[in-house]
């Protein structure tokens, strides 16, 4: 696992699956949102707010909203890579910038997204405890001045 705190956030790459690809030779738009979701997965774990920290906590983050860009063309076969950025860290809420990249380092696609912390015992948005907080601080310290820029 790369270290949370070097930016960007490299931990997750893919090979585009022949069932991703559309009619029209390339990935599908779907995947594109596929792939980002698994590399948000891979930070969120990163911090200690995946699958592990909602079997524990009955708290989790879910998905409020998402922005897609398509850049270029992905083919069956091709290795992506992502590079995420933690680009807002709030208590209750994360928003986290993923660049797509092919193997020539082009970038592909982006994507952006804004997660919620949600008790799911309560169901309602909380904020995270203090030592995720402080976690998601500190990576954001170091993400942030990335931010401004494309990743």
């Given at each position: 696992?790369?270290?949370?705190?070097?930016?960007?956030?490299?931990?997750?790459?893919?090979?585009?699956?022949?069932?991703?690809?559309?009619?029209?030779?390339?990935?599908?738009?779907?995947?594109?949102?596929?792939?980002?979701?698994?590399?948000?997965?891979?930070?969120?774990?990163?911090?200690?707010?995946?699958?592990?920290?909602?079997?524990?906590?009955?708290?989790?983050?879910?998905?409020?909203?998402?922005?897609l860009?398509?850049?270029?063309?992905?083919?069956?076969?091709?290795t992506?890579?992502?590079?995420?950025?933690?680009?807002?860290?709030?208590?209750?809420?994360?928003?986290?910038?993923?660049?797509?990249?092919?193997?020539?380092?082009?970038?592909?696609?982006?994507?952006?997204?804004?997660?919620?912390?949600?008790?799911?015992?309560?169901?309602?948005?909380?904020p995270?405890?203090?030592?995720?907080?402080?976690?998601?601080?500190?990576?954001?310290?170091?993400?942030?001045?990335?931010?401004?820029r494309?990743?």
């Amino acid at each position: 696992m790369p270290d949370l705190r070097q930016a960007p956030f490299a931990a997750y790459s893919t090979r585009v699956l022949t069932d991703w690809v559309d009619y029209n030779g390339h990935m599908n738009d779907a995947y594109y949102a596929l792939v980002c979701g698994r590399a948000s997965e891979a930070l969120l774990d990163a911090l200690g707010l995946g699958a592990k920290y909602q079997e524990s906590t009955g708290c989790t983050t879910y998905t409020v909203e998402s922005h897609l860009r398509y850049l270029k063309e992905a083919r069956a076969g091709e290795t992506v890579r992502v590079l995420t950025l933690l680009v807002e860290a709030a208590p209750k809420r994360l928003r986290m910038r993923h660049s797509l990249r092919n193997g020539g380092d082009e970038e592909i696609a982006t994507g952006e997204f804004v997660y919620l912390h949600v008790n799911q015992l309560s169901g309602r948005v909380e904020p995270m405890p203090p030592d995720r907080q402080e976690l998601v601080t500190a990576v954001f310290a170091t993400h942030e001045p990335l931010s401004r820029r494309a990743v």
